[in-house]
């Protein structure tokens, strides 16, 4: 299935961007999900600037939420902010129109910026090269920033760019927002800007956004445009070939939720705006302060990399920083399902990457349940219970938003019943769960007495009065609930659910312990508030005592639920391959009465419980319980929630392959589509999984008393685990290594206390070139430029192509003229040319092209730690990389895009340096040109030549090529050689 996949997505990765490297219209809704960005205040969907017809596009606001019918409120769609029109003589850009010469979509998570550059040719046969990007604003969450560069590259004449805002969004359908009015300003350097003021249907909430436009590098006019409800800025300007025009536009946006006169404040935000440069600048710079807390550095596999700095970016963008009456739903603020409801997603799966990264973050979260407390009470109270009842679906004010009735996901016309807004009431001991991990995790006393304190203490006297005697059997139990295992909706006692009440209720009281000895006057106030008596505690303790746990002592296997061993079992392997749910297979009722899960539910409490002392955190239990449930569980199509938490528990029993599947299976499943429903919204919870079974698997990180200790166990290929985590206002730093790199640099022991330092060897990153380094495609661009000479009539041979070794397109098409003279059109069409005949030919490039010694060289440097860039002057680096099978053993790549000086220039070799994370000086790099060795000693680096000393033999050191090279022995030779000194290897 990932096989698959990975061949149709159109997907590269680099350590920090994810590039998509073709326009594929099947993959619309999908990509829009992937290419979300956000600030924390608002989420944008990747929707194109241009428009296509059934497009799915979106920017959700947190807290923006308006009424519907069936799901009762939803996230609303708020004005899109994106449309950018340009005309080019009349012909309008559009990917489904003209030719598609080159694309390339990245998204840089690194500084939460999306950018698109593509060579386009109109209809009418004018070629522009556009480039867009846009981000929100991690400085100002109010502040939106888009930038659209064009060239014209074989036409003169005039470019119109129209931006606009959209205030007729819709939510598949539905309608949210009423006009209220619209109008244009001047700012006071006199740039245009327009405005739009709406207000949701039914909820009444205000919203004001406001849109600027600059243009510079041409004399534009610029012109109010659009109709009501689309205010619209258009700028024209005439353009020669080869000139580079560029378009800002910049956007604001508020709501009443923040200011009472939205539209004003948008239109007063967007006057006091500085340009783009300085607001890129300014959102670099955040999120570098972000990543020094919450990045996480895999070594030796650039997938598993780009995937979880990928996922812990979209949990940035999606928690609110500035706001603790909002918190992540579902799905983000990336998708339409769900509806933006917030699920225990947050709280079990979300929360603990922020309280050991963010704490801040956590907090805001986990204030958003104490400002809901009042729809929890009244949801127990409507059920004819005491205390607080969390909603399983929450929206804006707490109250269960769980739709009751559903469509069948079939033709079928009978209506599907919903119980987990009824029965799923692991909700209220997740939140305590989180209240306890954040108080643990941070030392937080002065949060825990004024908002977590409650939280637990009046959700525990829900459980007081949910919980049942039996008298027959004389123990408590818990009847009519629905597990973590949803394929089971008609339970008696579940044990996750009743374990974790017995759990929950310990922790009441010992909340309620440290409030009389530490805050006397908040117990009693709590105590009064809540009615937590002496009766009310003593109950309590007789729970935690008596309450039912069906657990076997001689096999060590707990039952899921009362009855569960008694279900008809199954063999999942009998229906493979499949792509469906076990439960769409079987129908709701089918699966209901087999043995199948739709996610952990016992292996789910094991691993919650797992550092609680007692027969839950023994290895002898978890392993017969994995043994039992783990082939039981529709681990594929049942819950996006699984794969993580399995591969925890995997890599705790030491079945490295198993956690290594699994953890992929959970990074992938936005980025690749693994289960064909990305494009709905980012699997938020999944992504939190994939931190913790980094972290608490891979890693191994445990808690004892003073601070976190690491027990590693890196899957196969991984030469480096580096990360922080908070503890109780310290920070801890884990770098932990595979066994053979702690071999190789004679380390014994890795840092598992967090503490230690540790020895870095001088050299930490090697840069290849790629034409006569890692694969020979000299021979086709040779006939790529001899075809052009041909045609032009000018004298080439292979002796002329061989100075055009290192050289860029431009520089080698110049060399090739010899002086004769070409216009800048002419220039650009002859390149456009020769690349297209360059691009025919290595359509058969394979791994069979990698010449001799280059895979076992990358695998080396992989298994020593060693980061591995490119640096090739080709615009097709990407391409041949891919085709060569090495992407895998890549972490960046710089090339004709990268820079604009080509070699002897420097910049190309610093640029990758700089994408590797390495100073120049411990970087080498290996080139076979003149001007490569050049370029790199001019940026400070080791170089290495491959061939003869004629063209290479200022480089450190020369080699006639890769074959038979060892790192150790070069490595050796490099130690030794001072960078003024070259040494010459023969």
């Known amino acids: 299935m990932t096989k698959h ?284 302060e972000v990543w020094q807390s919450s990045d996480v550095v895999i070594e030796g596999d650039i997938k598993a990399q780009l995937a979880i700095r990928y996922n812990l970016f979209q949990l940035l963008i999606s928690a609110p920083r500035h706001d603790d009456t909002v918190s992540i739903p579902a799905k983000t603020l990336s998708g339409f399902a769900y509806r933006g409801h917030v699920f225990w997603d947050t709280e079990i799966f979300i929360q603990p990457f922020l309280i050991f990264t963010q704490p801040d973050l956590a907090r805001n979260l986990l204030t958003y349940r104490y400002h809901t407390l009042n729809g929890a009470r009244r949801k127990a109270k409507d059920s004819g219970y005491k205390g607080a009842m969390f909603a399983w679906e929450s929206a804006g004010t707490g109250d269960e938003v769980t739709p009751r009735w559903v469509p069948p996901a079939d033709d079928s016309e009978e209506l599907v019943r ?5 029965r799923e009431l692991h909700i209220n001991t997740d939140v305590a769960y989180a209240v306890w991990q954040y108080w643990q995790a941070t030392g937080d006393d002065a949060w825990m007495r004024d908002y977590g304190a409650e939280l637990v203490l009046d959700t525990a006297v829900y459980w007081g009065s949910r919980v049942e005697w039996n008298p027959k059997q004389e123990h408590y139990e818990i009847r009519e609930v629905i597990g973590t295992d949803e394929y089971h909706e008609h339970v008696s006692n579940n044990t996750f659910t009743n374990r974790m009440v017995q759990w929950h209720l310990e922790k009441a009281l010992v909340v309620l312990d440290w409030l009389h000895k530490q805050y006397p006057e908040q117990a009693a106030t709590l105590e009064g508030k809540l009615l937590v008596t002496l009766e009310r505690q003593a109950r309590w303790r007789d729970i935690i005592s008596n309450i039912w746990i069906p657990y076997d002592p001689e096999t060590g296997i707990i039952e899921q639920c009362e009855g569960f061993f008694k279900l008809e079992d199954i063999n999942l392997a009998d229906y493979e391959p499949r792509t469906k749910s076990m439960q769409t297979i079987l129908g709701i009722e089918g699966a209901s009465k087999r043995q199948v899960l739709k996610q952990p539910d016992v292996l789910m409490l094991l691993y919650l419980l797992r550092e609680t002392p007692g027969i839950f955190s023994d290895l002898r239990t978890l392993q017969a319980n994995w043994d039992y449930y783990a082939p039981r569980t529709d681990i594929t199509y049942g819950s996006s929630l699984g794969p993580a938490i399995h591969a925890a528990l995997a890599s705790y029993l030491n079945q490295p392959e198993e956690a290594y599947e699994r953890f992929m299976q959970a990074a992938l499943v936005d980025l690749e589509d693994t289960r064909r429903n990305a494009k709905e919204g980012i699997h938020a919870a999944s992504a939190g ?122 520089d080698s098409l110049l060399l090739m003229l010899n002086g004769q003279s070409r216009t800048e ?134 080699l006639p090529s890769l074959e038979g090279v060892q790192w150790a022995d070069l490595l050796a030779k490099l130690s030794h050689v001072e960078r003024s000194v070259h040494v010459q290897v023969r």
């Open 825 to 958: 059109e002419q220039l650009e069409e002859m390149m456009e040319r020769k690349n297209r005949y360059y691009l025919e030919f290595i359509k058969d490039v394979s791994p069979a092209d990698l010449l001799p010694g280059a895979v076992e060289l990358l695998d080396e440097l992989r298994a020593a730690g060693i980061k591995v860039g490119i640096g090739s002057a080709s615009k097709n680096a990407q391409e041949v990389i891919q085709r060569l099978g090495i992407s895998d053993r890549v972490d960046t790549i710089s090339d004709g895009y990268s820079v604009t000086r080509s070699k002897p220039a420097p910049d190309l070799f610093l640029h990758a340096a700089e994408q590797l994370g390495l100073a120049p000086e411990h970087c080498v790099v290996v080139e076979d040109a003149a001007s490569g060795v050049e370029a790199a000693l001019a940026a400070g680096m080791l170089a290495v030549g491959l061939g003869p000393v004629e063209r290479v033999g200022v480089a450190h050191v020369v």
């Open 5 to 288: 996949k990975e061949q149709n997505c159109h997907n590269t990765y680099t350590d920090w961007a994810v590039i998509e490297t073709q326009f594929d219209p099947t993959q619309l809704h999908y990509k829009e999900t992937v290419f979300t960005v956000g600030n924390g205040y608002l989420g944008t969907r990747g929707s194109f600037e241009e428009g296509y017809l059934g497009a799915m596009g979106a920017t959700l606001i947190h807290g923006v939420y308006d009424d519907v019918p069936v799901v009762h409120t939803e996230l609303a769609n708020c004005p899109d902010w994106l449309p950018l029109v340009v005309i080019i003589n009349g012909d309008r850009f559009r990917l489904d129109q003209g030719e598609i010469l080159s694309y390339r979509r990245q998204l840089d998570v690194r500084r939460g910026v999306l950018s698109r550059d593509v060579r386009w040719r109109s209809e009418s046969g004018y070629t522009v090269d556009i480039h867009l990007e846009r981000f929100a604003s991690l400085v100002d969450q109010h502040v939106l920033a888009l930038r659209c560069q064009v060239t014209a590259l074989n036409f003169e004449g005039k470019v119109e760019i129209q931006a606009s805002i959209n205030g007729y969004p819709d939510n598949q359908g539905v309608m949210h927002w009423e006009w209220l009015n619209q109008g244009d300003v001047t700012t006071d350097e006199g740039a245009h800007a327009a405005w739009i003021h709406l207000r949701t249907r039914n909820t009444g909430i205000e919203l004001g956004m406001a849109t600027r436009v600059t243009v510079s590098d041409a004399n534009a006019s610029v012109r109010v445009s659009g109709c009501q409800g689309y205010p619209s800025l258009a700028a024209t300007f005439p353009v020669q070939s080869g000139q580079t025009v560029t378009l800002e536009k910049l956007v604001t946006v508020f709501t009443s939720r923040e200011e009472k006169a939205p539209a004003q404040a948008a239109v007063d935000k967007i006057k006091q705006q500085p340009n783009y440069a300085t607001l890129l600048s300014a959102q670099e710079a955040a999120w570098e």
């Open 689 to 810: 999984g994939v931190w913790q079974a980094l972290v608490f698997g891979f890693a191994g990180i445990r808690i004892n008393d003073t601070y976190p200790q690491a027990k590693p166990h890196l899957p196969k290929g991984w030469t480096r685990l580096k990360f922080k985590l908070q503890w109780r206002g310290e920070w801890y730093e884990f770098d932990l290594r595979s066994e053979e790199v702690k071999e190789e640099l004679g380390q014994m022991e890795d840092n598992t206390n967090g503490k230690s330092a540790e020895h870095k060897p001088e050299i930490q990153g090697v840069i290849f070139d790629l034409d006569g380094v890692l694969t020979e495609t000299a021979e086709y661009h040779y006939r790529g430029w001899q075809r052009l000479a041909d045609e032009e009539g000018i004298p080439f041979n292979r002796e002329a192509n061989e100075a055009m070794r290192g050289l860029s397109r431009r």
């Open 418 to 422: 919903i119980w987990c807004g009824d």
